[in-house]
């Protein structure tokens, strides 16, 4: 789902850029490994993610105690009605691996909208209007880099109360300082530019200026962005849910299930293992998909 | 299952082998007892703390009137040898004169005096202020070895606090006027108890030595090292090493995995803290809502498979309870009215009170996160669209100061005292934010336990009370503790049925 | 120069104070100190009684400026846990996050230079690939995931290392490897670009045409070139460490800056969460004026100030 929309984009926006038609754009969309592998893992765990009721063999929440903590299939005393075993809980492992990625891409996805909101509004404006406002930004900008972000979600939490929207808006409200660099430097170079400068001389306001004239112009780079901070805010979910800040039980996160299991890791390590592991392939999927993308909408290919 | 215990073995020998670089090993050697905390061990002074860990160092270095037997829950002579009282509010006590403090002075009845008027005053600002303040008016010399206590009202616990809340200090030992100073033994204690301290270095090391001048019976090992270790990984470690002989609070399962080795041995004994979950009967949060309704509260109670959860989330001797209180304390009548579990009935008195599809309900929690989700899938399952928040105990706390509440799973250790009184007044005073009954009658009633010195009659107040909380389903009662312990095999640690770990009685094997 | 340097500082100081009054607030909003310090089972009037001994039950505007003002006289006040000043506390455990932090960056750089380097070398071959993997992984993988599957297979099933603490240089093997492995995509593709931009500059062709191969014209010419803007990038990482430092602290149980940080945060311990942020916001802001310093040095053309 996510990674069909963000292509279609893509590729519509391509048509509308003089650089290359799209038909070199599919050409190279399709010649680059990196992207094709991690686009792939990317509409796997989207299925998955989607038909979660349809794969899980058990209710992810339904538990049973005289059944808990039982190995995967594969080790002493591990049964095949629970392959991945059972948690603390007696819960169904695999189930809760499977409903787990509609947590994390969710969040993902949401996070990385919230940070792109904040962050390229902030940036266009600083780098459009540069002086005082520029500084201001600047200055929020180090202020924010230097905060915890562990204070910020125990405070935040506390106050609005936990759910899956406050996560959310915690993880984007701290991810949106790269938008905002790049933005910001992008509209700074094209508010020197010829067909700016004409817009102004033609008398059109800033925010029709930033609309219609430096916006489109950013769409590839932002798309960039948000592909890497989809992987970024998904991590960034899984700290703060295994320092218990996140989202909170009984819902299946990852990163929960992963500070649900350390306390018993010695002796059971598949309860940390496994959910790494998921976490592990969306993440580096999402980044993948990300350099790909760069390189496909970069004039020159792949270029660091 | 050999095969499992096996590679918990070989996992176990391979944390020993890295750990075993590290310090001397502990044991009988050089009997030297090594105790594991989690907790940060940062004051010395019971005047001035709460928390358990304290509680457990405090029987090691001080000696109070009072000794607690644990079994007959009987208080004994200690520093104090015979008490009368003279009326309802005067209480006299005799003392012993050969006890010494750890520098050698010689404790007179004038240094009781002081203590105990130190602590009731408010200047003190001692945790134990609210308490002693509360029936203490003054205490006074009135001879050579005698001193008399004069209370504010009767108070039938007044023994309980000073067996265990008042540690005895030197006269003028926390100063006077501008020099007050309340950190005065925090960090080098001058007590009367078993041990005296030899070191001490906050967060650390704390190094207790055999005081040798003590009046009482001496323990048996000569030193205790009480070694703050935050992780329960590394604690682990250090045992199987033999870098520590002796971790408290230990998960059941890491118990269990442990304690199937030959390198520790696993100690589970009963402790006096219970769960149980409080409902929102008076409606402070909702005055119409769903938990107002006493069928709503009953089917609550029905809908948690608290044998269960006993057995498989607290394990040792962790039994389901039914009246608000440990069955180990004074006056906790095991007769009230029992909710098994029995999630169809609950569904069934749910639509009878009118919500047949659930209602939305939000949980507290703050500790044992399995047992919180099991109590969370629990009610899930007979259709109460349930919201757990598993928050910090200072949110819980603050939140439930504000009413805004609506459930909570709590626990109450009662300080290790066995009897009704001290989980009762805590949890069903009108004033205390714990009691979310709305029940003046039933307040009334815990009162007035506390004002009656007769045993037999308290017993009977408290038969009332837990019936009627029972009856009214204010709580769910859930499950007593268990208290896991993992000791070094060549030690030998008696286990007492309040819970409270007593360092003073280990022995070597 | 001089003026924009004494302008960044002025900044640094001005975010450290943002930064620590945002948290004074966040903190006295999200807990209460005197309920954590008298613990689970406290009734409500210890912890009034502790409330009034220190001091919070004063008005949240008196409590931050009091504390202001202590700083301003260099005093960060007193920890509610450790009965002891905090700079003191600071400074007993600065040891700790410096080991950890700088054996990371070594980490980092041991790991990271030589790779890119390489892959510069021979771009598009399988090295180039394999360096552009381990990046890509590197960044993929959760650090407190990695920090739990060090010690299940370095300290457990392959007991090479400890499980955690902080007493020998052992222990720091794999903490500074998870903290250190977090910089390496970073560091390495800045060392890739950099190098395969030099190394396409006229003087490394004239270089090449005298003769000069490989190893010898990396080090002799191109590394020169392309080692500024990794060593800016590497002093941004370092000020990064001190932060990522509180996750990998507490997992390995090293008695650090960061674990104290999570301790105090966890444990409302106010003076110690400001003064470790205030602490953190300008080792964060030095490392990043440092860098931009370097830039500057490197290439004329940027103009600072």
Not at chain 1, 11 to 40: C, K
Not at chain 2, 320 to 336: E, K, L, N, R, T
Request: charged share 20%; glycine share 8%; with cysteine.
């Amino acid at each position: 789902m996510t990674d069909t929309d963000i292509t279609l984009t893509t590729v519509e926006l391509d048509r509308t850029t003089t650089l290359s038609p799209g038909q070199i754009f599919r050409r190279r969309m399709f010649g680059h490994t990196g992207f094709l592998i991690g686009a792939g893992l990317i509409l796997i765990i989207a299925v998955v993610a989607i038909l979660a009721p349809v794969l899980a063999p058990h209710d992810p929440f339904a538990q049973s105690l005289a059944d808990r903590m039982l190995p995967p299939v594969w080790s002493e005393g591990g049964r095949w009605d629970h392959i991945l075993g059972t948690d603390q809980n007696g819960r169904d492992y695999l189930s809760r691996l499977i409903y787990g990625t509609r947590v994390s891409i969710t969040i993902g996805i949401g996070a990385a909208t919230v940070g792109l909101i904040i962050g390229v509004t902030l940036g266009v404006i600083a780098g459009y209007f540069g002086g005082w406002i520029d500084h201001g930004i600047s200055f929020l900008l180090t202020a924010q880099l230097a905060l915890p972000g562990l204070l910020l979600a125990m405070a935040l939490v506390f106050i609005i109360g936990p759910s899956i929207w406050v996560v959310i808006g915690i993880v984007g409200v701290l991810h949106w300082t790269y938008y905002l660099v790049v933005t910001r430097a992008a509209t700074q170079r094209f508010r020197s530019l010829d067909f700016v400068a004409a817009a102004v001389a033609a008398g059109a306001s800033p925010r029709q200026i930033i609309w219609y004239e430096i916006m489109p112009n950013l769409m590839s780079s932002i798309i960039v962005i948000f592909t890497f901070e989809l992987g970024i805010a998904i991590l960034a979910e899984s700290s703060l849910s295994f320092l218990g800040v996140g989202i909170q039980p009984p819902t299946p996160s990852w990163g929960l299930m992963i500070a649900e299991g350390k306390q018993a890791m010695f002796y059971r390590p598949w309860l940390v293992i496994l959910p790494g592991i998921c976490l592990f392939l969306l993440v580096i999927g999402a980044n993948l998909m990300g350099d790909g993308l760069r390189d496909i909408t970069s004039p020159e290919g792949r270029n660091e | 299952m050999k095969i499992r215990q096996l590679k918990a073995f070989c996992a176990a020998s391979a944390i020993a082998l890295i750990a075993a670089s590290g310090p001397a090993a502990a044991g009988p050697g050089d009997d030297t007892l090594r105790a594991a905390m989690t907790e940060e061990i940062l004051n010395l002074d019971y005047n001035y703390t709460t928390k358990r860990e304290y509680i457990i160092l405090a029987q090691l270095t001080d000696a109070t009137l009072f000794d607690l037997d644990p079994v007959s829950q009987e208080y004994r002579p200690a520093i104090a040898t015979g008490y009368e009282w003279i009326d309802d509010l005067t209480l006299d006590l005799t003392l012993r004169d050969d006890v010494q403090f750890h520098d050698g002075t010689v404790l007179t009845p004038d240094d009781v005096a002081y203590t105990y008027n130190w602590i009731a005053d408010q200047r003190s600002e001692s945790n134990a202020n609210g308490v002693v303040s509360r029936w203490l008016d003054e205490a006074v010399v009135t001879g050579p070895n005698t001193v008399r206590f004069k209370l504010k009202s009767v108070y039938p616990l007044v023994l309980r606090d000073m067996a265990n809340r008042v540690m005895l200090r030197k006269s003028g030992t926390y100063g006077e006027g501008d020099g007050i100073n309340r950190d005065a033994m925090a960090n080098s204690l001058i007590a009367t108890g078993p041990y005296k301290v030899k070191s001490f270095e906050p967060g650390t090391e704390l190094v207790l030595e055999r005081n040798e001048a003590f009046f009482g019976k001496k323990p048996e090992i000569k030193t205790i090292v009480v070694r703050n270790i935050p992780d329960i990984g590394t604690q682990q470690a250090e045992l199987m090493s033999g870098g520590i002989d002796w971790m408290f609070k230990v998960p059941l399962d890491l118990a269990e995995s442990l304690g199937a080795t030959p390198m520790a041995t696993h100690l589970s004994g009963p402790d006096l803290r219970v769960g149980f979950m409080v409902l929102d009967a008076a409606g402070h949060t909702d005055p119409d809502g769903p938990l107002t309704n006493v069928l709503v509260r009953r089917a609550i109670n029905h809908a948690l498979n608290t044998p269960d959860m006993a057995k498989h989330l607290i394990g040792g001797s962790a039994e389901p309870i039914h009246a608000a209180c440990h069955p180990a304390q004074f006056g906790c009548d095991q007769s009230v009215t029992r909710y098994e579990y029995d999630p169809e009935k609950a569904k069934a008195l749910l639509a009878e009170a009118g919500y047949p599809d659930g209602f939305p309900l939000e949980v507290w929690a703050y500790r044992d996160k399995a047992a919180s989700e099991a109590i969370a899938a629990d009610l899930t399952a007979v259709g109460i669209d349930l919201n757990l928040r598993y928050v910090k105990l200072e949110s819980l706390n603050q939140a439930r100061a504000a009413r805004e509440i609506p459930a909570y799973f709590g626990t109450w250790g009662s300080g290790g005292t066995a009897d009704t009184a001290a989980i009762a007044r805590i949890h069903f005073d009108i004033d205390s934010d714990r009691n979310m009954s709305g029940d003046t009658a039933l307040a009334d009633l815990v009162l007035s336990a506390e004002q009656t010195a007769d045993q037999e009659k308290r017993k009977a107040i408290y038969s009332e009370a837990l019936g009627v909380i029972a009856d009214q389903a204010y709580w769910a009662p859930l499950f007593s503790y268990s208290a896991n312990y993992l000791v070094s095999p060549n030690l030998d640690f008696p286990l007492d049925p309040d819970g409270m770990p007593r360092l003073q009685n280990a022995t070597w094997k | 120069m001089l003026r924009y340097i004494f302008l960044r500082g002025c900044l640094a100081i001005l975010v450290a104070f943002t930064v620590s009054l945002a948290a004074f607030l966040l903190l006295n909003v999200a807990s209460d100190p005197a309920q954590a310090i008298a613990g689970e089972d406290a009734t409500a009037d210890v912890v009034e009684t502790i409330r009034a001994r220190y001091g919070l039950d004063r008005p949240l505007t008196v409590r931050y400026f009091d504390w202001l003002g202590g700083v301003l006289q260099g005093d960060f006040g007193e920890s509610y846990y450790w009965h002891k000043p905090v700079a003191a506390l600071v400074a007993d455990r600065l040891d700790e996050t410096l080991t950890l932090a700088l054996s990371a960056l070594a980490v980092t750089i041991v790991i990271a230079i030589p790779l890119g380097a390489l892959a510069a070398l021979n771009p598009n071959s399988w090295i180039d690939r394999f360096a552009l993997g381990v990046a890509v992984s590197a960044q993929a993988v959760p650090n407190f995931w990695l920090g739990l599957i060090m010690i299940i297979v370095f300290a457990v099933m392959i007991p090479i290392f400890p499980v955690s603490g902080d007493s020998t240089w052992r222990h720091f093997v794999l903490p500074a490897f998870v903290l250190g492995s977090s910089s390496v995509p970073a560091v390495m593709r800045l060392t890739r670009t950099g190098l395969i931009e030099v190394m396409g500059a006229d003087y490394i062709r004239t270089a090449r045409s005298k003769g000069f191969r490989g190893w010898q014209l990396l080090r002799r010419h191109a590394l020169r070139n392309a080692i500024l803007p990794v060593i800016s990038v590497l002093a941004v990482q370092l000020g990064q460490k001190f932060g990522g430092s509180v996750i990998t602290e507490s997992i390995f149980a090293i008695n650090g800056l960061g674990r104290l940080a999570l301790e105090s945060i966890l444990g409302a311990d106010i003076p110690t969460v400001q003064m470790l942020i205030f602490v953190f916001a300008i080792v964060f802001v030095a490392m990043n004026l440092l860098a931009d310093i370097l830039n500057a040095a490197i290439d004329p053309r940027i103009r600072i100030g």
